[in-house]
């Protein structure tokens, strides 16, 4: 199996208005994203509200978008869970159904290292395909140190990658790349992209409403052009900036630019999920514009 590399990006789940899944939407989103040049894709994320989705909703995600790429990219499916049995089945159907990777985080709050070893390899233990390393602690409430993560990738090989998000990305990349051998996929929305590739990070996980504009940085930076990479990427930075806001981004702001955008029909998020006050709408409209991305 090739490695991941680039944009993995994290999709989002489409509804209608009234809360169920878009399965029209979502075949649409695959193409839109995979047009876009992505590298790959990770569904069923933090960002894919998969922790608003019931089981069998979980299974019609990974079925139809797994259909719909039809081997194009690799898709790596999100099975995070409470416990190890059921990540452990949810990694074990992903596979079934043709996933390149699972990703995982720690249970909530989980802060027994022994206890947090057994859990990923238990997980590992249903499975032969890689699994990517979810570090997300303002989610789950769980910080993973770089020696704590060398650790676990010696004790569960099946361990190949890390999402990070833990801010400074940077400096945790650096710091885990003295220990391991793991390929690191930067996150924290995109933010600091062209300075996790700088660190050293194969690309980045995130769900940014522009994709194309992440894969050029990213072709831009592989071909050795590191300043036209970033040049390219700054100029779009406020943008990212925006998305990212803190009470109100990601999924919210997201699923209307990819409205605007006209990739999914409606922007619903599952309760709770706040949504975008009309002078917010009108800001992002501007940005656009501004940004000549219309």
Known sequence: MSDLYGLC????TPFHDDGRLDEESLRKLT???IHSGVHGMT?????????????????RVMDIVLRQTNGRVPVIVGCSAPG???????????EEAGAAAVMVAPPANLKNEDMLL??????????????????????????????FIARLAENVPQIKYVKLEEAPTTIKITSILKLTNLRIFG??????????LERGAVGIMTGFAY??????????FQAG???????????????????????????????????LRKAIESSHVRFPGTPVDPQTMQELQDMIAFLGLE
């Open 9 to 12: 990006v994290i999709t989002l």
């Open 31 to 33: 193409d839109f994203y």
């Open 43 to 59: 569904i069923l994320g933090i960002m894919g509200e998969a922790h608003k989705l019931s089981e069998s909703e979980r299974y």
């Open 84 to 94: 190890s049995d059921l990540a452990g089945e949810l990694a074990k159907k992903a």
């Open 118 to 147: 057994r859990y990923f390899a238990n997980v590992a233990e249903k499975i032969s395909i890689p699994i990517v390393l979810q570090d997300e602690p303002v989610t789950t409430g769980v910080r993973l140190s770089a020696p």
């Open 187 to 196: 996150g924290l929305g995109g933010m600091y992209f062209y300075e996790e």
């Open 211 to 220: 994709p194309e504009i992440l894969v050029n940085t990213y072709d831009l």
């Open 225 to 259: 052009k590191k300043q036209e990479a970033r040049a390219y990427f700054y100029r779009y930075l406020p943008l990212v900036r925006f998305e990212a806001q803190l009470g109100i981004g990601g999924v919210t702001i997201r699923k209307e630019t990819f409205k």
